[in-house]
């Protein structure tokens, strides 16, 4: 579905007229809402580091992973070597040979004497934003087909503002929640099958009616 699309489904359904640039904003509101559920898988290969004493401090802002949202496994290799996967290490831990990472900042330690060494990473990255412009609005929504009217009901809570409209404005952002936790469900069941046993269980006590504290 196009961002235009989604607009005119979202002025129909709440009966509310804005500007471009405000359902582009409401759009975009949408999108940050649903990355972390949405969790979309991006390899990203080849990035050349060069070692200090066997550490990199990586900068992520500005870099091929700046649109980074959860980053998941570091793989490093020296020269003509296969990727070998470094493991994760707690914030504390300053002298193990593994990955961890600061607020911007990826930190690989203990690599070894090599002077240069390639870097592969698999991470969650963010919905890309939509833009107002002619291109911008034909352009499609950065989210599986099947969830974009999650988008419509989100941006049709966002638009109902005025008092008078409070109870259409639950009624789509209840309908949002709905949509949003089915579609968590459905991408870890898809993108992490070693949670679906928790999934599993989680499904079993909502249908006989219990919620997990």
Same mark, same amino acid.
């Given at each position: ?49 060069? #070692? ?91 989210? #599986?087909?099947?969830?974009? #009217? ?64």
């Amino acid at each position: 579905m196009k961002v235009q699309d989604v607009i005119e489904l979202a002025q129909i359904q709440s009966d509310e007229v804005y500007e471009v640039d405000t359902w582009v904003h409401y759009i975009n509101l949408a999108l940050d809402d649903l990355t972390p559920v949405a969790k979309m898988l991006v390899t990203k290969e080849d990035i050349s580091l060069t #070692p200090v004493n066997g550490n990199v401090s990586f900068s992520l802002p500005g870099s091929d992973l700046e649109d980074y949202h959860e980053i998941l496994d570091v793989f490093v290799k020296d020269g003509a070597n296969p990727y070998m996967q470094l493991r994760r290490l707690p914030s504390g831990n300053t002298f193990s040979r593994g990955w961890r990472q600061e607020a911007e900042s990826l930190i690989l330690q203990n690599l070894g004497e090599s002077d240069t060494v390639a870097m592969k990473v698999n991470y969650y990255r963010k919905l890309r934003h939509a833009t107002p412009d002619a291109a911008g609005l034909s352009a499609e929504i950065d989210i #599986p087909e099947q969830y974009t #009217p999650l988008v419509v009901a989100y941006v049709c809570a966002k638009s109902q503002q005025k008092e008078e409209e409070l109870d259409d404005k639950n009624d789509f952002y209840a309908e949002y929640l709905r949509g949003k936790n089915n579609m968590a469900m459905d991408r870890i069941w898809e993108m992490e099958p070693h949670n679906r046993r928790f999934l599993r269980k989680a499904r079993v006590l909502s249908q006989v009616g219990f919620t997990q504290s």
